[in-house]
């Protein structure tokens, strides 16, 4: 599943101020890194690990979610009829997942996709971190591992680097650090996932589908 991109800027912003105080404070809703603390200099990039056709996917989803499905136009719906999921008739979610492409593939597609920005689009900070939702919950430490040593191996070949990247695995938060080589494990419970959902929605619902609403969160 794909769910709308606010929702999950502020679900990894709200995530990770239960990973270290070195993330905690105040921050600003941007563009090119989503989330900024200009008092520790600390800009945050939130994407998923997601395919071009599912970025279409993501398009609609954050264009109509909600939306009843008479008030989508149908040209833009039609690719995704057979995967929409609908919750009392109102758009919730795009169901993306054939099996054909694993979660580490995804991964890196992603990640170089967003390590491309940074080195072109990007406002750089003292610390540029990226969150990305990886939408699984079975992977195995040697596939993280291996996403690792892939985007050290990316990075390389770049001037500006991420300086923390987060794997969001539902249960498990991948905190790593390329330039120290580290790879550190956080475990959300599901009393944990169901509060960060919760206050993430009341905050999402609060936007009244307009980003311009939300402009600070503190953590």
Same mark, same amino acid.
């Given at each position: 599943?794909?769910? $709308?991109?606010?929702?999950?800027? /502020?679900?990894?912003? !709200?995530?990770?101020?239960?990973? %270290?105080? $070195?993330?905690? %404070?105040?921050?600003?809703?941007? $563009?090119?890194?989503?989330?900024?603390?200009?008092?520790?200099? /600390?800009?945050? +990039?939130?994407?998923?690990?997601? #395919?071009?056709? +599912?970025?279409?996917?993501?398009?609609?989803?954050?264009?109509? &979610?909600?939306?009843? &499905?008479?008030?989508?136009?149908?040209?833009?719906?039609?690719?995704?009829?057979?995967?929409? *999921?609908?919750?009392?008739? *109102? &758009?919730?979610?795009?169901?993306? +997942?054939?099996?054909?492409?694993?979660?580490?593939?995804?991964?890196?597609?992603?990640?170089?996709?967003? &390590?491309?920005? !940074?080195?072109?689009?990007?406002? #750089?900070?003292?610390?540029?971190?990226?969150?990305?939702?990886?939408?699984?919950?079975?992977?195995?430490?040697?596939?993280?591992?291996?996403?690792?040593?892939?985007?050290?191996?990316?990075?390389? *070949?770049?001037?500006?680097?991420?300086?923390?990247?987060? #794997?969001?695995?539902?249960?498990?938060?991948? $905190?790593?650090?390329?330039?120290?080589?580290? /790879?550190?494990?956080?475990?959300?419970?599901?009393?944990?996932?169901?509060?960060?959902?919760?206050?993430?929605?009341?905050?999402?619902?609060?936007?009244?589908?307009?980003? +311009?609403? /939300?402009?600070?969160?503190?953590?």
């Amino acid at each position: 599943m794909i769910y $709308e991109k606010l929702y999950n800027e /502020i679900y990894a912003l !709200l995530s990770i101020g239960k990973i %270290g105080s $070195e993330y905690r %404070g105040l921050y600003t809703k941007s $563009e090119s890194p989503d989330w900024v603390n200009e008092g520790k200099s /600390i800009g945050i +990039e939130v994407t998923q690990a997601l #395919l071009q056709y +599912e970025g279409e996917a993501q398009k609609v989803i954050d264009k109509y &979610l909600g939306k009843r &499905l008479e008030e989508i136009p149908y040209p833009e719906i039609e690719p995704f009829m057979d995967r929409a *999921r609908f919750f009392c008739g *109102r &758009l919730q979610a795009i169901d993306t +997942e054939n099996g054909a492409q694993s979660y580490i593939f995804k991964t890196l597609y992603r990640f170089d996709k967003k &390590l491309m920005k !940074l080195n072109t689009n990007y406002s #750089l900070l003292k610390t540029n971190c990226l969150y990305i939702f990886l939408h699984n919950n079975g992977e195995i430490y040697s596939d993280i591992e291996h996403i690792f040593e892939r985007i050290q191996a990316q990075q390389k *070949r770049k001037k500006y680097r991420f300086h923390t990247v987060f #794997l969001n695995c539902i249960d498990t938060i991948y $905190e790593l650090h390329p330039y120290k080589s580290t /790879i550190k494990t956080v475990d959300i419970t599901e009393f944990e996932q169901k509060e960060l959902a919760d206050t993430t929605l009341l905050l999402r619902n609060r936007a009244e589908n307009s980003e +311009e609403v /939300i402009k600070y969160i503190e953590i």
